[in-house]
């Protein structure tokens, strides 16, 4: 706004619009209004939500001139593209942005919700069969539309091309894409700043118009009942498919480096990394939208347009430019943090948002799926995974971060060629305080999720059970992990085999269980190369043979305390499990392996209730017995039975002693062919997909959106009923 003339008298119009009838034949009033020179920070200042919801409450027909004459202009400026009209047009686009969020924000508001979908006057309405109705569609219709206006987010080429290519239907038009890449490699794209800068008012726009979301609780959140998204996101938008792909590349082909100077991202303000953030936030909540597409003899079809083109990409170059381009930007964030030169690397700070795209692409185009897990280095994805579960462990505030990166992990230890992969040696120096050690990537990640366990925060004791399935689902195919790796999983089995742990909770047994798997996993399948996981476990021997004679105690302990972050005395709340498995055998087990009668395993089996007393947990003797029978024991004790005879007696040869590297050499020389039980079928658990699940991740990728626009807040927190906002 050129100055504070101007100021006052824009905050004059919203103090008469709030307070006073103004008719919508007072078209001075409106056209001043339209007209003032503003600024988005000025517009966020100059209308408060008490204003808006003073106009909603007590100036309804303000509002609904308001309302009809801002989104009339904005149809009429798509329909015509004068630049001379862009400036009044980015004013409508603003005072909107401003307005939408408090408009949506009380859900049984019956005017708002006939002002916005119900039918036009004949005088306002479209007079063709095919034109928009109501206001609310006028209004995504025009939005969809600045989204590739001439000389305002496209060039005026682009648009003539795109005018004599317009066809009914939805397709893509490569001339009107931002930037190429993704489905389009040699689309030609004109670039400029101002282009960017308005196209993030219109994405900001867009988001705020899909927001009623936020002022439904969890219990009643049902996102496909949102009208603006099903709307946007229908099999016949114009624009659907080409604003799907210049989101992905605007997203996935961004380099925070730029040129490669030092503190270029101090010295310069970088558009584009505004644009991808509003970007990567708007595609997310339009994949949300609905279920995923369904394929039937090679063809997608889904509702929802998005998630169809999400699950239609199936060329390999392209799979490469997602790949690569979430790889690069999500190690951004360790790399801008491990410089010669400190913040001599900008770091991005939409990690968030990446990683929840990467989940979707994940788990909804299964090509996709296929080709990291067998054509690309997967382990660039794995290393920053793992870092921002290990720096972000202690910060209540990046819970959920962490709970995504583990849903991910989940998902990709369900297939072997994750495991294999793992196998490769680890010799990256993250800034990280690791134990130091020379391995490959299982034990890295074994170190990573047992630091998160005994050294995070106690909230994260609902995806124990995961982490441990995870370190069970990768181990058949782990050919060596080194001592640092090994010590560690068997210090969590002490932790979590203490019967003071195990009777804290009916649930936490299960634990156990995960551990014994992934020891008989390694001794059956991997035992050659593995002596370094075989001596910690003849060095713990005495914890396998403590839980074999587990009984009922004479005297309850107290519940566990919180983890206090020594690891000399580990301690971790009990588990509270978030998501469900199904363990499915797999077909790499061997021929002689039998067959398991069921594909859940046993501690997928509920075990004999045991009983609350003063709203605590109290075990019991049938209880303890229901799951200890089918401890998977046998085969670790098999062992221990074999080789500490043994190693004694080496001992005794050797004058009384042996050092380690010795013992190693020893175990390095033995086998255990015929002497244990007969291989087990290889058991995967693979993560399954559930509607808490999927509403866990609209809560949590809202929650990002939320706190990632509080430089000029577009929602009231206060109003937010979806999720519970947590001053620190």
Same mark, same amino acid.
């Given at each position: 706004?050129?100055?504070?003339?101007?100021?006052?008298?824009?905050?004059?119009?919203?103090?008469?619009?709030?307070?006073? =009838?103004?008719?919508?034949?007072?078209?001075?009033?409106?056209?001043?209004?339209?007209?003032?020179?503003?600024?988005?920070?000025?517009?966020?200042?100059?209308?408060?939500?008490?204003?808006?919801?003073?106009?909603?409450?007590?100036?309804?027909?303000?509002?609904?001139?308001?309302?009809?004459?801002?989104?009339?202009?904005?149809?009429?400026?798509?329909?015509?593209?004068?630049?001379?009209?862009?400036?009044?047009?980015?004013? /409508?686009?603003?005072?909107?942005?401003?307005?939408?969020?408090?408009?949506? =924000?009380?859900?049984?508001?019956?005017?708002?919700?006939?002002?916005?979908?119900?039918?036009?006057?004949?005088?306002?309405?479209?007079?063709?069969?095919?034109?928009?109705?109501?206001?609310?569609?006028?209004?995504?219709?025009?939005?969809?539309?600045?989204?590739?206006?001439?000389?305002?987010?496209?060039?005026?080429?682009?648009?003539?091309?795109?005018?004599?290519?317009?066809?009914?239907?939805?397709?893509?038009?490569?001339?009107?894409?931002?930037?190429?890449?993704?489905?389009?490699?040699?689309?030609?794209?004109?670039?400029?700043?101002?282009?960017?800068?308005?196209?993030?008012?219109?994405?900001?726009?867009?988001?705020?118009?899909?927001?009623?979301?936020?002022?439904?609780?969890?219990?009643?959140?049902?996102? %496909?009942?949102?009208?603006?998204?099903?709307?946007?996101?229908?099999?016949?938008?114009?624009?659907?498919?080409?604003?799907?792909y210049s989101l992905v590349n605007v997203t996935l082909l961004? @380099?925070?480096?730029?040129?490669?100077?030092?503190?270029?991202?101090?010295?310069?303000?970088?558009?584009?990394?505004?644009?991808?953030?509003?970007?990567?936030?708007?595609?997310?909540?339009?994949?949300?939208?609905?279920?995923?597409?369904?394929?039937?003899?090679?063809?997608?079809? /889904?509702?929802?347009?998005?998630?169809?083109?999400?699950? %239609?990409?199936?060329?390999?170059?392209?799979?490469?430019?997602?790949?690569?381009?979430?790889?690069?930007?999500?190690?951004?964030?360790?790399?801008?943090?491990?410089?010669?030169?400190?913040?001599?690397?900008?770091?991005?700070?939409?990690?968030? =948002?990446?990683?929840?795209?990467?989940?979707?692409?994940? @788990?909804?185009?299964?090509?996709?799926?296929?080709?990291?897990?067998? #054509?690309?280095?997967?382990?660039?994805?794995?290393?920053?995974?793992?870092?921002?579960?290990?720096?972000?462990?202690?910060?209540?505030?990046?819970?959920?971060?962490?709970?995504?990166?583990?849903?991910?992990?989940?998902?990709?230890?369900?297939?072997?060629?994750?495991?294999?992969?793992l196998n490769k040696p680890f010799d990256l120096k993250l800034?990280?305080?690791?134990?130091?050690?020379?391995?490959?990537?299982?034990?890295?990640?074994?170190?990573?999720?047992?630091?998160?366990?005994?050294?995070?925060?106690?909230?994260?004791?609902?995806?124990?059970? /995961?982490?441990?399935?995870?370190?069970?689902?990768?181990?058949?195919?782990?050919?060596?992990?080194?001592?640092?790796?090994?010590?560690?999983?068997?210090?969590?089995?002490?932790?979590?085999?203490?019967?003071?742990?195990?009777?804290?909770?009916?649930?936490?047994?299960?634990?156990?269980?995960?551990?014994?798997?992934?020891?008989?996993?390694?001794?059956?399948?991997?035992?050659?190369?593995?002596?370094?996981?075989?001596?910690?476990?003849?060095?713990?021997?005495?914890?396998?043979?403590?839980?074999?004679?587990?009984?009922?105690?004479?005297?309850?302990?107290?519940? #566990?305390?919180?983890?206090?972050?020594?690891?000399?005395?580990?301690?971790?709340?009990?588990?509270?499990?978030?998501?469900?498995?199904?363990?499915?055998?797999?077909?790499? %087990?061997?021929?002689?392996?039998?067959?398991?009668?069921?594909?859940?395993?046993?501690?997928?089996?509920?075990?004999?209730?045991?009983?609350?007393?003063?709203?605590?947990?109290?075990?019991?003797?049938?209880?303890?017995?229901?799951?200890?029978?089918?401890?998977?024991?046998?085969?670790?004790?098999?062992?221990?039975?074999?080789?500490?005879?043994?190693?004694?007696?080496? /001992?005794?040869?050797?004058?009384?002693?042996?050092?380690?590297?010795?013992?190693?050499?020893?175990?390095?020389?033995?086998?255990?062919?015929?002497?244990?039980?007969?291989?087990?079928?290889?058991?995967? #658990?693979?993560?399954?997909?559930?509607?808490?699940?999927?509403?866990?991740?609209?809560?949590?990728?809202?929650?990002?959106?939320?706190?990632?626009?509080?430089?000029?807040?577009?929602?009231?927190? %206060?109003?937010?009923?979806?999720?519970?906002?947590?001053?620190?």
């Amino acid at each position: 706004m050129g100055n504070s003339d101007s100021k006052s008298k824009f905050r004059e119009s919203v103090y008469k619009l709030s307070n006073e =009838e103004v008719s919508s034949r007072h078209l001075d009033f409106w056209d001043k209004l339209w007209k003032i020179p503003t600024t988005a920070e000025e517009i966020f200042t100059l209308i408060q939500p008490d204003d808006i919801r003073m106009l909603r409450q007590k100036q309804q027909a303000n509002l609904s001139t308001m309302l009809t004459q801002a989104i009339s202009q904005l149809h009429q400026i798509v329909d015509t593209p004068l630049p001379k009209y862009y400036p009044q047009a980015v004013n /409508c686009i603003r005072v909107l942005t401003r307005t939408m969020p408090f408009i949506l =924000e009380d859900r049984s508001d019956d005017y708002v919700q006939q002002l916005l979908w119900g039918k036009l006057p004949a005088e306002e309405g479209a007079q063709e069969e095919n034109e928009e109705t109501c206001l609310a569609e006028r209004l995504i219709d025009a939005t969809m539309g600045l989204l590739f206006l001439p000389d305002f987010t496209v060039s005026a080429p682009a648009y003539k091309a795109f005018r004599e290519q317009k066809s009914p239907g939805s397709k893509v038009y490569p001339s009107l894409l931002w930037y190429s890449g993704v489905g389009y490699p040699d689309a030609t794209a004109a670039h400029a700043v101002q282009y960017d800068k308005n196209r993030k008012e219109v994405l900001k726009l867009l988001l705020t118009c899909f927001s009623g979301i936020l002022y439904h609780t969890a219990d009643s959140c049902d996102q %496909s009942t949102d009208r603006f998204l099903a709307y946007a996101t229908r099999e016949d938008s114009l624009f659907a498919p080409t604003l799907f792909y210049s989101l992905v590349n605007v997203t996935l082909l961004y @380099d925070p480096v730029g040129w490669g100077v030092p503190y270029a991202g101090s010295l310069v303000v970088d558009e584009r990394e505004t644009l991808v953030d509003i970007s990567v936030q708007v595609l997310l909540v339009l994949l949300d939208f609905g279920k995923p597409a369904e394929e039937k003899d090679g063809v997608f079809t /889904c509702t929802n347009k998005f998630r169809e083109l999400l699950s %239609s990409i199936h060329r390999e170059e392209d799979f490469n430019l997602i790949f690569n381009g979430l790889a690069k930007l999500l190690n951004n964030y360790h790399q801008s943090m491990n410089t010669i030169f400190p913040n001599s690397i900008k770091q991005i700070k939409c990690h968030q =948002e990446l990683l929840v795209l990467l989940w979707k692409m994940l @788990d909804e185009n299964k090509k996709f799926l296929l080709y990291t897990l067998k #054509r690309a280095d997967m382990n660039k994805l794995v290393v920053p995974l793992l870092f921002l579960m290990y720096e972000g462990r202690k910060e209540p505030s990046k819970v959920g971060m962490i709970h995504i990166c583990t849903f991910i992990l989940l998902l990709l230890s369900g297939e072997r060629d994750f495991a294999v992969n793992l196998n490769k040696p680890f010799d990256l120096k993250l800034p990280l305080d690791l134990p130091p050690f020379n391995g490959n990537h299982a034990d890295l990640l074994i170190v990573c999720l047992h630091k998160v366990i005994v050294n995070g925060f106690e909230k994260l004791n609902s995806v124990y059970n /995961c982490f441990l399935t995870i370190i069970s689902n990768i181990s058949p195919y782990i050919k060596k992990l080194n001592m640092v790796s090994s010590v560690r999983l068997l210090r969590l089995f002490k932790l979590f085999s203490q019967p003071r742990y195990l009777f804290d909770n009916e649930a936490n047994h299960h634990l156990v269980f995960f551990l014994l798997d992934t020891f008989n996993n390694i001794i059956q399948y991997q035992y050659e190369g593995n002596e370094q996981m075989i001596y910690a476990m003849v060095q713990n021997k005495d914890l396998f043979h403590k839980l074999n004679a587990l009984t009922m105690p004479v005297t309850q302990a107290t519940p #566990r305390s919180t983890s206090t972050g020594d690891d000399d005395h580990e301690s971790v709340p009990s588990v509270v499990p978030l998501v469900a498995l199904n363990d499915i055998p797999s077909s790499e %087990s061997t021929e002689e392996a039998p067959e398991p009668t069921s594909a859940k395993s046993a501690i997928s089996r509920p075990a004999i209730p045991a009983s609350i007393v003063g709203g605590r947990f109290v075990p019991t003797e049938s209880w303890i017995q229901s799951w200890k029978k089918k401890l998977p024991l046998n085969t670790s004790l098999r062992l221990l039975q074999y080789l500490v005879p043994q190693l004694e007696d080496a /001992c005794e040869l050797a004058g009384g002693s042996l050092d380690e590297t010795s013992m190693l050499q020893f175990l390095r020389s033995t086998t255990m062919v015929g002497l244990l039980p007969v291989p087990h079928a290889i058991v995967i #658990r693979k993560y399954q997909t559930n509607q808490f699940t999927n509403l866990w991740f609209t809560t949590f990728t809202w929650g990002v959106i939320f706190l990632r626009n509080q430089a000029f807040p577009l929602f009231d927190g %206060s109003s937010i009923t979806l999720f519970t906002i947590n001053v620190l």
